[in-house]
């Protein structure tokens, strides 16, 4: 239905009152009183009386409207404000870390360029392609977040596991200057807790991140401590600071608190945003003390939730041996895209893995239900004549202790239990590296060995 415009309401609102007052005004009056004079005296101080009060009620509804209507041009010029300088901080984002990767990959090819050059070179295109894959998953959360596509996912995660990971990932990049420090509250035999552990490593790897960012000499010391019936993580350091005008503003969407001072660091802005919206959903808070040259110090709440269980995860390390022998084993790889499947080829090329290519989800069903010596499947998701999510359940159906590992950039982290519900293993996130594949690989053919007797020595 077409919503009719303010002013066509505004202007009928307005005759409809008149028409009323004059019928009902005159009749009444007309009934009371008979004189010609007085009544003629009564109906102009009722026409007077109906303008002023007209006037009022209508400069009341025309200010509400004009305020709002301030407000929405205000957003207006604000949002586009942020939008542009959004759009130039995402050009220099983007255009920075693949500046890095041309240029140094066009070095590789140099003659004269050494093996020292080189290992050099492909150091800085790692950390490019790095920078440039945090922006892209920063961009797709906040994109999730924007239309509602984010559950919570709890399960078993181990505390100090995961922020030994997040030290690990971080401590390469430390400044020579600056030394991190982490901290943990409860032992190795009882930090299981039951939260999400993807959002709570992207919320410490943000905050570790900004604060290694922003701090040029001195410290970075974050971890946690048990009180009450919470877990408070902490993130302290000795970096510029934030200026307490900026406080809230940080926590928005596209925002920085950089008018506060004069040198340019990278980012886009969306980390602290993710941060908030993350823990509104799991129930929990986070806070910040700063003040400009002395430091900040995040504090993050969540509910202590116990966990007893050893998760699979766990098992599979406590049972595996160092070192699995793959060889022998055959592996079959659904992928429509061939570079993705020559990267596999190349990082298995040593093991003595058999690979075997299927472009669609229909040839990987086929094979699958034909051949009986595979041993485990790694299936893309999106592929032509039949996706990953039908291939799998129907592998299933024909082979349900085939293992299959989904491996696609089209899989949101925060939707693993609908991949789980679709009959996968295990997933593999594009890009992942040649450890992350060993260990999905080796680990299941270890603890489940479908039809697989043994390595051939």
């Not at 080189?118 to 961009?139: C, F, G, H, P």
Request: include cysteine; proline fraction near 3%.
């Amino acid at each position: 239905m077409k919503k009719i415009r303010f002013e066509y309401k505004f202007t009928f609102i307005y005759l409809l009152l008149g028409l009323l007052w004059i019928l009902f005004s005159d009749r009444l009056i007309g009934s009371m009183i008979t004189d010609h004079d007085y009544l003629t005296r009564v109906q102009t101080f009722k026409g007077w009386f109906y303008v002023i009060l007209t006037a009022i009620l209508f400069f009341h509804i025309l200010r509400k409207h004009l305020i709002k209507l301030r407000n929405a041009e205000k957003q207006a010029v604000e949002s586009d404000r942020l939008k542009t300088a959004f759009l130039q901080n995402i050009s220099h984002e983007i255009r920075t870390p693949m500046n890095g990767i041309m240029g140094f990959t066009s070095l590789l090819s140099e003659e004269h360029t050494t093996e020292d050059q080189k290992k050099e070179y492909l150091t800085y295109i790692s950390q490019s392609a790095n920078r440039l894959l945090d922006l892209v998953n920063q961009v797709l959360d906040i994109s999730l977040i924007e239309t509602g596509n984010v559950t919570v996912n709890n399960k078993a995660v181990r505390l100090n596991s995961l922020l030994m990971d997040v030290f690990r990932h971080w401590h390469p990049m430390v400044k020579e200057e600056v030394d991190l420090r982490i901290s943990c509250g409860l032992s190795d035999h009882t930090d299981n807790i039951y939260t999400d552990e993807y959002k709570l490593k992207q919320i410490l790897n943000n905050l570790v991140g900004n604060a290694l960012k922003f701090t040029e000499k001195g410290q970075v010391h974050f971890g946690y401590i048990l009180k009450d019936n919470l877990i408070e993580f902490f993130v302290k350091d000795t970096g510029i600071g934030i200026d307490r005008k900026f406080h809230t503003d940080i926590f928005k969407r596209f925002r920085k608190a950089e008018p506060s001072i004069s040198k340019f660091y990278e980012g886009a802005g969306l980390g602290l945003a993710i941060c908030q919206s993350n823990l509104n959903l799991m129930n929990g808070k986070i806070s910040l003390e700063s003040e400009p040259g002395q430091g900040a110090e995040f504090r993050v709440t969540l509910p202590y939730l116990k966990a007893d269980t050893l998760f699979p995860k766990d098992k599979i390390a406590k049972q595996r041996p160092a070192h699995v022998s793959l060889n022998g084993i055959t592996i079959l790889v659904a992928e429509d895209e061939i570079l993705n499947y020559k990267y596999i080829e190349d990082l298995l090329a040593d093991t003595g893995v058999n690979l075997v290519s299927a472009v669609n989800g229909s040839q990987a069903v086929d094979y699958c239900r034909d051949n009986r010596e595979v041993h485990l499947v790694l299936m893309d998701i999106r592929m032509p004549v039949m996706d990953g999510l039908e291939a799998t359940k129907r592998i299933k159906e024909l082979r349900p202790d085939l293992p299959v590992i989904a491996q696609s950039a089209y899989i949101e982290k925060d939707r693993q239990p609908q991949v789980r519900e679709a009959g996968f293993d295990d997933f593999l996130f594009k890009p992942f590296l040649k450890e992350e594949l060993m260990d999905a690989i080796s680990g299941f053919l270890y603890t489940r060995k479908p039809g697989y007797s043994g390595p051939n020595q």
